[in-house]
């Protein structure tokens, strides 16, 4: 089953705007990563955070985490055409296995 | 420096035959995983391998089967495929106790 799941499903932005989505997990994690894949390609590592961090930032990328909600939140500011692509968090727990959700679909419109 | 690269890239299959997907990387790492996402569920962990010659069930592995002969390849085998079994598959590979997986392009199987 999975264990994180993104909200929104789909976000449609203007370019220059700020892009947020979050993350809310069921069991308890060793960290977080954010993915992004874009159409017909495979997935890429964007951020990792651990469990006992909050927040981390990775250029135009700002995570989020709170365990206590068991939730996390990606934002992407200053959005550009090439940010369009379906965005994936995925939890790690001690066995080195990570769980995807079903991901967030973004589009940046010109 | 070619990363994690899978074959083939597009399948068609009749329903009962069967086939192997290969993943092979050349960036030397122990763990490989193989992946398969379907629309609106996300990335499900079908079978992993934490070094040659080792496998192991993740989340759906009912219908495939796996080796690990060689540290550089992880094969995806389905002995009698169902049209349960239409989806994109993705290999991934990471250093031991690193978390951050590297995939491949991709294999989009259909069958009929």
């Known amino acids: 089953s999975q264990q994180g799941e993104e909200d929104p499903q789909a976000l449609s932005i203007q370019e220059g705007e700020n892009a947020t989505m979050n993350c809310s997990y069921k069991?308890?994690?060793?960290?977080l990563q954010w993915y992004r894949q874009n159409s017909g390609r495979g997935l890429v590592h964007l951020i990792l955070i651990r469990s006992n961090e909050r927040e981390k930032h990775s250029g135009r990328l700002r995570v989020t985490l709170d365990t206590s909600k068991k939730s996390s939140s990606l934002l992407i500011t200053a959005s550009r055409a090439a940010d369009t692509a379906s965005y994936f968090c995925?939890?790690?727990?001690?066995?080195?296995?990570?769980?995807f959700g079903a991901g967030t679909t973004v589009t940046v419109r010109a | 420096n070619a990363g994690v690269t899978q074959t083939p890239k597009f399948r068609v299959l009749k329903t009962g035959q069967s086939m192997t997907l290969l993943c092979a990387q050349d960036m030397n790492h122990e763990y490989m995983y193989w992946y398969r996402q379907d629309p609106g569920m996300g990335l499900r962990l079908i079978h992993y391998?934490?070094?040659?010659?080792?496998?192991a069930k993740g989340e759906v592995p009912d219908g495939y089967n796996v080796s690990r002969l060689k540290k550089q390849n992880f094969l995806l085998g389905l002995e009698s495929a169902a049209p349960s079994q239409t989806s994109v598959y993705f290999c991934?590979?990471?250093?031991?106790?690193?978390?951050?997986?590297?995939f491949g392009e991709g294999s989009r199987l259909t069958v009929l």
């Open positions: 069991t308890s994690i060793n960290n």
């Open positions: 991934a590979s990471s250093y031991p106790r690193a978390w951050e997986l590297f």
């Open positions: 995925a939890t790690g727990s001690i066995d080195y296995k990570l769980s």
């Open positions: 391998s934490v070094g040659e010659g080792t496998t």
